[in-house]
């Protein structure tokens, strides 16, 4: 069974730090590109950040470019979104997701998880 696990949300001040990880597991994703997602209600999902199978190429938002770093971790089938310099802006649902394909910019034919809640309070 495939599953994409996040964890590591919650309610913060603005300026504050979080980081989020996502453990996948029913499927070889270390050889897919994976990413972050976000929702905020009444929206489409948008698009965070991404990472290839090896960590050579990486994606960024504009938005949280210099505050976010993505990273993973394949022999702990992990991947993580250490978020710093938090803005009220940034909360949202953040979801993690796999793709077959080099990074994940899209949110068509993606494997997802639940979803963590990340509010930032100003």
């Known amino acids: 069974q495939v599953q994409l696990v996040e964890s590591g949300g919650g309610l913060v001040q603005a300026g504050g730090s979080l980081r989020l990880a996502c453990v996948y597991s029913g499927h070889a994703f270390s050889g897919w590109g994976m990413g972050w997602f976000r929702q905020t209600p009444g929206n489409d999902r948008e698009f965070v950040a991404t990472i290839s199978s090896t960590g050579r190429h990486i994606l960024y938002r504009e938005s949280v470019k210099g505050r976010f770093t993505i990273s993973r971790d394949n022999s702990k089938n992990t991947i993580y979104l250490q978020m710093n310099n938090l803005k009220p802006e940034d909360t949202a649902v953040y979801y993690c997701?796999?793709?077959?394909?080099?990074?994940?910019?899209?949110?068509?034919?993606?494997?997802w998880g639940q979803g963590t809640q990340v509010t930032v309070s100003s």
């Open positions: 997701t796999a793709a077959d394909s080099e990074v994940v910019v899209t949110t068509t034919g993606n494997y």
